[in-house]
């Protein structure tokens, strides 16, 4: 079978393999092994082939749930090659970012073409923007919510509303937990929604306020996925934005 798949994380396995977690077009998230070569041949897949978000296209067996071994994808190649990604240090970090992002909210997904397609005409995207995209992963990450089901209910917005994290909309009074926004937040969520990769660079954020963005829209998916960690690349992303 042949697949398209988008590369989330690799973990190491035994001395010269990698387990390959793949967002796949066809079948959602899948897993393979493959074995990475140190040599020099240019015919060899060393481990910078693998690295998160690569676009990739190979064949594969379809993997067997609970099958004691995973299947090894051949004749594989990356079919959309980066020109500024792998080279750019704030691309780079945004992209080790989106991929432990990505790894933790698509943990179950199935086929999904919409958002597949969604994240890889991101990925191109960011890759061919030569400048004003430092609100990138901003609204990557909001227009993320449509696909996988979080979108949050802004049409109900008042002023001096609160709105309400866990239940993704604005309410009267305070909720009885700690997720929710103050209404001076929450006042600015309709305008933030409405940003998108054309019209991003006329939202003017200092560092603190790109940052509180962030915070807001990582405890938005923490909310609505319980599995959902500390991301470790979330602290290289503020030194490299700081």
């Known amino acids: 079978?042949?697949?398209?798949?988008?590369?989330?994380?690799?973990?190491?396995?035994?001395?010269?393999?990698?387990?390959?977690?793949?967002?796949?077009?066809?079948?959602?998230?899948?897993?393979?092994?493959?074995?990475?070569?140190?040599?020099?041949?240019?015919?060899?897949?060393?481990?910078?082939?693998?690295?998160?978000?690569?676009?990739?296209?190979?064949?594969?067996?379809?993997?067997v749930q609970n099958a004691r071994r995973l299947p090894r994808p051949k004749d594989v190649r990356v079919y959309e090659n980066y020109v500024d990604i792998p080279y750019n240090p704030l691309k780079s970090t945004l992209a080790l970012f989106l991929s432990e992002f990505l790894?933790?909210?698509?943990?179950?997904?199935?086929?999904?073409?919409?958002?597949?397609?969604?994240?890889?005409?991101?990925?191109?995207?960011?890759?061919?923007?030569?400048?004003?995209?430092s609100n990138f992963h901003l609204v990557f990450l909001?227009?993320?919510?449509?696909?996988?089901?979080?979108?949050?209910?802004?049409?109900?917005?008042?002023?001096?509303?609160?709105?309400?994290?866990?239940?993704?909309?604005?309410?009267?009074?305070?909720?009885?937990?700690?997720?929710?926004?103050?209404?001076?937040?929450?006042?600015l969520l309709p305008t933030l929604f409405r940003m998108n990769y054309s019209n991003m660079h006329l939202f003017r954020f200092n560092r603190q306020q790109r940052w509180r963005c962030l915070e807001v829209i990582n405890n938005y998916y923490c909310v609505h996925f319980p599995q959902f960690p500390q991301l470790r690349s979330l602290s290289v992303l503020r030194e490299v934005f700081d």
């Open 142 to 187: 909001m227009q993320l919510t449509q696909f996988v089901g979080i979108y949050p209910n802004l049409s109900d917005y008042a002023p001096r509303r609160f709105f309400d994290l866990v239940q993704g909309t604005y309410c009267y009074g305070q909720p009885p937990h700690s997720s929710f926004l103050s209404p001076e937040e929450a006042q």
């Open 103 to 133: 790894s933790h909210v698509l943990r179950d997904t199935q086929s999904d073409t919409p958002l597949y397609n969604y994240i890889e005409y991101s990925l191109r995207w960011l890759d061919a923007a030569t400048e004003h995209y």
């Open 1 to 63: 079978m042949r697949f398209r798949g988008i590369v989330l994380r690799t973990v190491k396995y035994q001395d010269s393999s990698l387990i390959v977690d793949f967002f796949t077009a066809s079948h959602g998230r899948l897993s393979f092994v493959t074995h990475v070569s140190h040599s020099s041949r240019k015919s060899s897949l060393g481990a910078s082939f693998w690295r998160p978000l690569n676009l990739l296209e190979f064949e594969a067996e379809l993997p």
